[in-house]
């Protein structure tokens, strides 16, 4: 008797007990298992996927097992993000938009699920922000509560390209104030430094190292460069300014990269390979001229080396004409004395 008189209290009770903790429940929604962080367990196995990335530019790899985890724990909201991050960290343009549509066809799937529509809004993070802040703005204007929104706001109003310091603060609060000691990360994550593989290689062929071994670091180098401009170009986090310099800084390296295969071809004994590599690289330096790109004068002193360092002497002379040419049009008292000192080392060396 007594049970039964106080059962409906108690079931009462448990019920706005329940509401209090979780009022998405309430709303019929699917709120993550996760709200504040990944568990013990979760956690350790997420550094450990991310210790087990050997080569951060190769992405099958670095997402393998961040796919496992998201597999395994299908519903668990801190594993949906850190494979989302992976995917940032270890993508290039075509994987950053499958990302977008897989969340999008994923929201669409689970309209009911505030988790799968935050995720969809999150995968637009650094690709389309500002789409990405008005829809988690949304988001919370409805789900006051729902903490990793508060989270991805206030990240994203520390960075340096969207940055607000007020809205930064206030997100930030409201995140602290439901997840007290939990963790924010800069956005965007830092970028790797460029290769130093090229520097490297150069070093070896002025100690009249392997000439094989400096051509294939040369390359990963180049490769490992190639990549690093991958991470800045699809990202509204960086500049126009900025993204068109770090493409002129590779253009560069790979004028470096295909000077040390010139120099290593010929120590090789391998001319004809050198003689073709210099010739496509006479190609390049005439698209450089009729697209009036400012690296063409570099590209023509780079010749003037390797032809004069061939024993080439009527080509090198052919490009200090090309050089004198191209001052005519565009007058530079730097050049000018560059171009002298150039064309005296050359006739020089013919006596």
Request: negative net charge; aromatic residues 8%; glycine residues 4%.
């Amino acid at each position: 008797m007594l049970s039964a008189t106080y059962s409906v209290p108690l079931t009462g009770i448990r019920t706005a007990f329940l509401i209090l903790l979780c009022p998405m429940w309430v709303l019929g929604q699917n709120p993550p298992r996760v709200a504040c962080g990944p568990s013990a367990e979760i956690r350790a196995q997420l550094e450990r996927a991310t210790l087990a990335v050997a080569s951060p530019s190769d992405f099958d790899q670095g997402i393998a097992p961040f796919l496992v985890l998201r597999n395994r724990y299908p519903h668990d909201l801190s594993v949906h993000e850190s494979y989302q991050d992976a995917v940032q960290r270890y993508g290039i343009e075509g994987h950053l938009r499958k990302l977008t549509e897989e969340y999008q066809v994923l929201s669409m799937q689970h309209p009911d699920d505030l988790m799968y529509r935050y995720l969809y809004a999150r995968s637009l993070i650094g690709r389309n922000t500002l789409s990405a802040i008005q829809q988690i703005t949304e988001l919370l204007s409805e789900h006051a509560d729902f903490a990793p929104a508060h989270r991805s706001l206030a990240e994203i109003y520390a960075s340096a390209t969207f940055h607000d310091a007020e809205k930064e603060h206030i997100e930030e609060d409201h995140f602290r104030a439901l997840c007290p000691g939990s963790a924010l990360q800069p956005r965007p994550t830092a970028l790797p430094n460029p290769s130093p593989l090229i520097d490297q290689a150069e070093h070896l062929l002025a100690e009249n190292d392997d000439p094989e071994r400096a051509a294939a670091m040369a390359l990963q180098g180049i490769r490992e460069d190639e990549w690093r401009l991958q991470r800045i170009r699809p990202f509204d986090w960086y500049s126009i300014d900025f993204k068109r310099q770090s493409q002129r800084e590779l253009q560069a390296k790979y004028w470096r990269v295909w000077s040390i295969q010139v120099r290593c071809d010929r120590r090789a004994g391998q001319p004809e390979k050198a003689a073709a590599m210099l010739s496509l690289m006479d190609q390049r330096a005439a698209l450089l001229r009729q697209d009036s790109d400012p690296a063409y004068w570099n590209a023509l002193v780079t010749l003037v080396f390797l032809y004069e360092e061939g024993n080439q002497k009527d080509s090198a002379l052919r490009k200090l004409d090309s050089m004198q040419q191209f001052l005519a049009q565009h007058p530079d008292p730097d050049h000018t004395a560059q171009l002298e000192s150039l064309r005296k080392s050359v006739e020089a060396n013919q006596r």
